[in-house]
């Protein structure tokens, strides 16, 4: 996590299929151009410092270091929630999210109480998955606990996650599945066991499905 590989359009890409690759390639470069207009030199997008997209939440920004600007989903699709365990507190997850050595952050942290932080906005990508794909994909919200301790996933924090993921579900049209509602150990290539086995899908699927019918609370 961390440093991102840069991505560029191959000369491979040019040569090959003729006219329509060369079409494709230009299709490609409007897309890279688009989404790069903003990094400009004295360009920049308008943002609001602290603006929330979680209604509740409480806003306490991760380091610089553990993010990168974007504007999705117009640059990026999301179409993932990834849920995490952080092996620890709800303070300990926001210290190390803060830390701008960690090389890692979720856009959300959510206490066994309810309590719900939100570290990074959802337009921006979180390094939170280990993989650049699934990070310009997703959302990552964190959980405090352990991933051997059933107990620390609580009644309130199922149900303050749930409406949390039924929240962004919303907001991107992502489908409320297990194809795109995952774990972190879901992620391709990843070598993290988080939520773990006491984590309770189908209790979990249930509260967000319930969540997506209930009416959507104002932002503040």
Partial sequence: MGSEPKRGIGRRAVLIGGGAAVAGTALLARDEIRRAWWRLPGTRKKRVEGELD??????????????????????????????????????????????????????????????????????????????????????????????????DFTEAMYASSARLTAGICGRYGIPLDREHIIGHVEVPGTDHTDPGPHWDWDRYMKLVRAASREPAPAKA
Avoid: C
């Avoid at 504007?71 to 999301?78: A, G, H, K, Q, V």
């Avoid at 709800?90 to 890692?104: D, I, S």
């Avoid at 959302?139 to 352990?146: A, K, L, R, T």
């Fill in 54 to 151: 979680h209604p509740g939440a409480q806003w306490t920004a991760a380091a610089r270091a553990n993010w990168r600007r974007a504007d999705r989903p117009d640059d990026f699709t999301i179409d993932r929630v990834v849920i995490h365990v952080v092996q620890g507190s709800f303070p300990t997850a926001l210290k190390v999210f803060k830390n701008p050595g960690h090389g890692a952050a979720t856009h959300y942290v959510v206490r066994k109480d309810g309590h719900i932080a939100q570290m990074i906005r959802e337009l921006d990508v979180a390094f939170h998955a280990g993989d650049r794909d699934m990070n310009e994909r997703s959302i990552g919200i964190e959980h405090e606990g352990y991933v051997h301790r059933a107990k």
